[in-house]
């Protein structure tokens, strides 16, 4: 049952991490569903360390495979150029804000933002803005052409991830379409900028809780993060695939039902 339990927590958060639905929403209300703990914010963060693994692996063509000119100019632009600095500034609201929420309101993000009702909120909430993104004309900035008070603002929104039912992926796509992002770019960007954040996220939750993270099995804890990595890769191939034709409408239909279900059984 140990492991049975952290491979679920593993695919719940692959998949829901990329697509746009919130995975700490659907750690905390699938896992009550099947009548199993909370995972809380301590083993959330430590098993999102293999959503980052994914991301290096998914896009390693593009920041390490150096055989042609065109990946070659990408490699060189990440490491020197804007697009590595657009991804430094967009990383720094959410860890002004995120570390604000984790010195000062400890308590209040546990007990409130993870309440069932905050989170069916909040789902509906971010269900009209991605209606609003998705209804949005065709953008012309892509990675090539965007400034960084482009970068600055998907940042900025990406902050708003810490409470749960937001769904970092869904809040920054949103805002990138909104803001007159070409929609292929507007994703790859939102995975680029989750790189930092998700990690620097699994570091501080990691060091906070050392001593619970301390009583968790090492197996499990492996298992759960070996399916959280091959989980993840498909969920970040789905939704590339998958978005620039077809948009949100699927997810937004989803994060209202998923909304009403847990109104429903409150």
């Known amino acids: 049952m140990e492991y049975l339990k952290f491979i679920l927590y593993g695919l719940i958060q692959g998949i829901t991490e990329f697509i746009p639905v919130s995975s700490t929403a659907h750690l905390k209300v699938i896992s009550l569903f099947f009548g199993i703990d909370d995972p809380g914010t301590s083993l959330s963060a430590f098993i999102q360390v293999g959503s980052v693994l994914?991301?290096?692996?998914?896009?390693?063509?593009?920041?390490?495979?150096?055989r042609s000119q065109y990946k070659k100019k990408f490699f060189q632009k990440f490491l020197h150029g804007s697009l590595f600095k657009s991804?430094?500034?967009?990383?720094?609201?959410?860890?002004?804000f995120g570390g604000t929420i984790k010195l000062f309101l400890p308590h209040f993000f546990d007990k409130f933002l993870r309440s069932n009702l905050s989170i069916a909120i909040v789902s509906l909430i971010m269900a009209f803005f991605m209606y609003i993104a998705d209804s949005s004309n065709k953008g012309s900035i892509n990675l090539k052409n965007h400034n960084y008070s482009d970068s600055f603002l998907i940042g900025l929104s990406q902050a708003f991830a810490i409470f749960p039912g937001v769904s970092r992926s869904g809040v920054t796509i949103s805002t990138a379409l909104v803001s007159g992002w070409q929609r292929e770019d507007a994703v790859k960007f939102s995975f680029l900028l989750g790189i930092p954040a998700i990690s620097i996220a699994s570091i501080v939750e990691f060091i906070s809780s050392f001593n619970k993270f301390l009583s968790f099995s090492f197996f499990p804890l492996v298992v759960g993060l070996a399916t959280t990595f091959v989980s993840s890769l498909f969920a970040i191939d789905f939704l590339l695939k998958y978005f620039s034709s077809n948009g949100f409408k699927l997810f937004i239909i989803y994060r209202v039902v998923f909304a009403l279900v847990i109104l429903l059984n409150l």
């Not at 994914?54 to 150096?66: G, M, Q």
């Open 54 to 66: 994914a991301l290096f692996c998914y896009f390693r063509n593009d920041i390490l495979n150096l």
């Open 87 to 96: 991804i430094l500034i967009g990383t720094i609201p959410i860890i002004l």
